[in-house]
């Protein structure tokens, strides 16, 4: 959940706490006289460990181990270690493999200490809710044989406490290191947890069933097969998945070092794209590919002589016609790259206005695709509300308006309707795109930057939504 290489004070000390939890629900397995099954507990330490190991061949020097630490791969046998022992040994079975794991980036130790304490807390509390339901009984761990359905249960109760416990400790990490607001840092974590928990809570209930079976613990690991198999798979999609990162984030910092007026300005774009569409309801795959459409749409930019991009002065007619041929530089650009699907329409067409008057093809309406019609109304929007060397920012509420203003002839009115309630409810926070800071001014001054047109004053900047090219 840490995005950050340095971790602020307030997350080292939400740290410190989750530590100091982690470490009174292991005590009580580690005390003289108490009855820890400790041959369970090394057993399960150690296949989890085993399992998260990043383990290198030694002759091709590659991880043995490719799969992703987050997706909670091997999280089966932290289940079965919540239904077979009791919750402070339980918590204690957890800590190797959490210690051990791979950390992709520095700093490492307050990493492999957040995960420790993490996943300590979240299998004790999956013990905990297990045992309010009997689950030795269940599992025929006394003399009682095993009781199913009802050992689904417990299960299910270990399985749902994980998932809560993980929840709510990684919207904690994510309200302190990201400075997030406590609705924001919370939104969504449950939801996309919920359906692989119950997976995992069924197939650790399997391992614990097999492991107290005549077959013993070597029965169990046959569990772990298909988990890991399908565990590889999504390895491999994530694999896939950040290999399209780095190929958007090479293209959006090849266009921020050409055109330093636009600094960070791909990016908000792409953010203020997934608001757009997230109002307008569309598919959670959609709104990947328009975040895509948002980022992405200025790469033309590469295509056009820096002298004309950085221009201070009025552009020659010739000089605006090579800038307006930015989007179908970016579409060819991006043609071969399949991820990006739709995006390369909102690529080639992000400048049209819906009265047809804008270019390259002065497309009009409908005739517009949905994503570039999404996109040009995040780009003017980000352009109005962004400080930079060379003009301030307008308040969002004024950026709004004008907006509003220009809905129907430029811009499609339902993303500008989209755009103003998913700020209503989001918020905004307006940044500085140019290498040297300013603040706001007292009053708002118009800020797309679009190179001014032909027989324009010289150093004319500032300009509305109407007139961004």
Known sequence: MMGVEVIPRTARVYIGCALLAATAAVLPALRAGAATPWRTVLLLAVLYALCELPARCPLTGRDLNPLPLTAGSFFPVLIAAALLLPPSAAALAALPGAL??????????????????????????????????????????????????YALL??????????????????GIRATVEQLP????????????????AVHGLAGLMMGVLWRSPYGPVAALFVLLPMYISCWVFAQYHRERAAHQATIRALVQAVDLKDRYTRGHSERVGRASVLIARELGMAEERLEVVR?????????????????????????PEERRIIELHPEYGHE?????????????????HHERMDGSGYPYGLKGRQIPEYARVVA???????????????????????????ARCAGTQFDPRMVDAL??????????????????????PGPLPAPRTPPPAGAPAGTRNRTAEEHA
Not at 292 to 316: S, Y
Not at 420 to 441: F, H, K, M, N, Y
């Open 100 to 149: 051990l794991a791979r950390v992709d980036r520095p700093p490492g130790g307050p990493r492999r200490v957040w995960r420790a304490a993490r996943l300590a807390l979240g299998v004790w509390a999956a013990a905990h809710a297990a045992r309010l339901f009997h689950c030795r009984a269940a599992l025929g761990l006394g003399p009682d044989t095993p009781d199913f359905p």
């Open 154 to 171: 417990p299960a299910s109760a270990a399985a749902l406490a994980l998932c809560l416990a993980l929840t709510a400790l990684d919207g």
């Open 182 to 197: 406590p609705k924001a840092a919370w939104r969504g974590l449950l939801g996309r947890s919920l359906a692989p928990h």
């Open 292 to 316: 895509f459409a948002g980022i992405l749409h200025d790469v033309g930019k590469l295509g056009v002589p820096t002298r004309v991009l950085r221009k201070d002065g009025p552009l020659t």
């Open 333 to 349: 650009m991006v043609r071969g790259i399949g991820f990006l699907g739709e995006a390369r329409t909102a690529i080639l067409h």
């Open 377 to 403: 109304v995040a780009d003017a929007f980000d352009a109005m509300t962004s400080t930079r060397s060379y003009s301030r920012a307008r308040p969002v509420g004024t950026a709004l308006a004008e907006l």
């Open 420 to 441: 103003g309630r998913a700020l209503a409810r989001e918020g905004w926070q307006s940044e500085v795109t140019a290498d040297e800071t300013a603040g706001p001014p």
